[in-house]
């Protein structure tokens, strides 16, 4: 099952890449790249906050189930939990910056 999906995703990136190369020179010719830096900006925060999402999800449940297991260790486990999310969140905060420059070029 996991396989046909891998497939099913490698054929659909490979049919929606391999258009934007075929008509690179048409949007080249009209002279506008508008419509593929809005993609683009709109990719980079949304594949961002995704990933950010996941990545807090699966750290605070780490965090409750670890003082779940042991409350004696909370005062342990919360402030490495709160450095983490962080992190984690500057990155979702670097790709929003990243997508507000690029829409600046539209």
Do not use: C, W
């Not at 790249?33 to 949304?46: N, P």
């Not at 990545?55 to 709160?82: C, H, V, W």
Request: proline share 2%; charged share 10%.
């Amino acid at each position: 099952m996991k396989k046909t999906a891998q497939k099913i995703l490698v054929a659909i990136a490979t049919t929606l890449f391999a258009q934007a190369a075929l008509a690179e020179e048409a949007v080249h010719a009209a002279g506008s790249d508008k419509g593929l830096i809005a993609l683009g900006a709109g990719l980079a925060i949304g594949i961002a906050a995704l990933g950010g999402a996941l990545g807090q999800a699966k750290t605070a449940a780490s965090a409750l189930e670890g003082i779940a297991r042991n409350p004696a260790a909370q005062g342990k486990i919360f402030t490495p939990m709160i450095i983490g999310l962080a992190l984690i969140e500057s990155l979702v905060i670097y790709a929003f910056v990243i997508a507000f420059f690029l829409n600046g070029h539209i």
